[in-house]
């Protein structure tokens, strides 16, 4: 193996120009304005404890699908990644291709919500949310968008109550939690989760948070950093990466019996692809979802690998089934360009058609 040439001139100028970029960053940093989260107007329809429902506001005049659509998000981080900004907006592209967009926002659990569990969550509050939007539009049945986490969410929930659904749409959303390339799964095998919800109540967001970055340490805690002084001097680009970098530490502390639950019997246990899991007196399988379904996911998702959510297939009795590839990774789905062009449109169709 040939040594490695490095010329003194030429890391001298590597470093002037480095030193460079950092002294016009600073300015642009002191000079960035305070960084919103979420960018389109939305109303609040309803309000239970810490939830609540949203229902967002079309800026197009556009012609919209009767049947309305809730998205449930996971409850490990904030839902307005699914709405960052103008250009990168899962719900402002769902809402431009005549969508009729809700939106369930967990808020911040607190030690007043240790107790809930996920049957509270599922049985209780999404179905709640879910008898609200069809009240106001006169129906029996919705369609429902569930992403990450809130896709399995969404598959259980379809699953007691087929009869409200319309039509299911999943988005990045694991199936098989133990699929061989999956290491969060292996990490969770051997946690002691009783002992940490006993002795913690609920579950802090910054464990969860760090847990997620540190799969992929390289990239998450350093490189992005380093790579982000080649677009100090652009106001807008700066804007764009604080935005990311608040929702990633935005992260809510997790109910301590519903982290109970999901992490011993999805991860630990994988009961859901077994048709095992239990809430409350129901057995949740995924065999009596019968409406269309569509599953989204992405090739390169680092936190739901591609066979994680491919097993749906097998899993549903739907016999109108489709799928959805990406070809990024578990968050470019939401807020890459090339999703918003392809991925988003092609569920606001696939609703449309369906209608």
């Known amino acids: 193996m040939l040594p490695i040439q490095i010329r003194p001139e030429k890391l001298s100028d590597e470093m002037l120009d480095f030193s460079q970029k950092l002294g016009k960053g600073v300015e642009t940093l002191l000079h960035a304005s305070e960084i919103t989260t979420g960018v389109t107007p939305r109303e609040v329809v309803y309000r239970e404890d810490k939830l609540v429902l949203y229902r967002y506001q079309s800026p197009k005049k556009v012609q919209q699908n009767p049947v309305p659509l809730m998205v449930v998000y996971a409850l490990v981080n904030r839902p307005y990644m699914a709405d960052l900004q103008e250009d990168r907006s899962t719900i402002r592209t769902l809402l431009d291709h005549g969508q009729d967009v809700y939106l369930i926002d967990w808020g911040y659990p607190d030690q007043a919500?240790?107790?809930?569990?996920l049957d509270d969550y599922i049985n209780g509050y999404i179905d709640r949310c879910v008898d609200v939007i069809?009240?106001?539009?006169?129906?029996?049945?919705?369609?429902?968008?569930?992403?990450?986490?809130?896709?399995?969410?969404?598959?259980?929930?379809?699953?007691?109550?087929?009869?409200?659904?319309?039509?299911?749409?999943?988005?990045?959303?694991?199936?098989?939690?133990?699929?061989?390339d999956n290491l969060l799964s292996r990490w969770?095998?051997?946690?002691?989760?009783?002992?940490?919800?006993?002795?913690?109540?609920?579950?802090?967001?910054?464990?969860?948070?760090?847990?997620?970055?540190?799969?992929?340490?390289?990239?998450?805690?350093?490189q992005?950093?380093?790579?982000?002084?080649?677009?100090?001097?652009?106001?807008?680009?700066?804007?764009?990466f604080l935005r990311m970098e608040k929702w990633?530490?935005?992260?809510?502390?997790?109910?301590?019996?519903?982290?109970?639950?999901?992490?011993?019997?999805?991860?630990?246990?994988?009961?859901?692809?077994?048709?095992?899991?239990?809430?409350?007196?129901?057995?949740?399988?995924?065999?009596?979802?019968?409406?269309?379904?569509?599953?989204?996911?992405?090739?390169?998702?680092?936190?739901?690998?591609?066979?994680?959510?491919?097993?749906?297939?097998?899993?549903?009795?739907?016999?109108?089934?489709?799928?959805?590839?990406?070809?990024?990774?578990?968050?470019g789905i939401y807020v890459s360009g090339k999703a918003q062009k392809e991925v988003t449109p092609a569920i606001a169709r696939w609703l449309s058609e369906r209608t």
């Not at 319309?166 to 959303?173: E, G, P, Q, S």
């Not at 992005?224 to 764009?240: G, S, T």
Request: proline letters at 5%; one cysteine or more.
């Open 113 to 117: 919500d240790r107790s809930l569990t």
């Open 134 to 180: 069809r009240k106001r539009h006169g129906l029996d049945q919705i369609n429902i968008l569930g992403i990450c986490q809130g896709g399995a969410f969404s598959l259980c929930y379809t699953s007691l109550h087929q009869e409200k659904v319309r039509n299911l749409v999943v988005m990045v959303t694991p199936v098989d939690f133990k699929t061989p």
């Open 188 to 222: 969770v095998q051997h946690m002691d989760v009783d002992l940490i919800v006993d002795t913690m109540g609920n579950v802090p967001g910054e464990i969860l948070n760090w847990t997620f970055l540190s799969l992929k340490p390289f990239s998450l805690t350093g």
């Open 224 to 240: 992005k950093y380093i790579n982000m002084v080649d677009v100090l001097d652009d106001a807008e680009k700066v804007k764009n």
């Open 248 to 331: 990633i530490f935005d992260s809510p502390d997790q109910a301590g019996e519903t982290f109970r639950q999901f992490a011993k019997d999805f991860f630990q246990q994988n009961r859901l692809m077994k048709g095992e899991v239990q809430l409350g007196e129901h057995r949740v399988d995924l065999g009596n979802i019968h409406c269309p379904v569509l599953n989204v996911y992405a090739l390169q998702d680092h936190l739901v690998p591609p066979d994680a959510s491919r097993v749906l297939k097998g899993l549903v009795s739907s016999k109108d089934y489709s799928e959805v590839t990406f070809p990024g990774g578990h968050i």
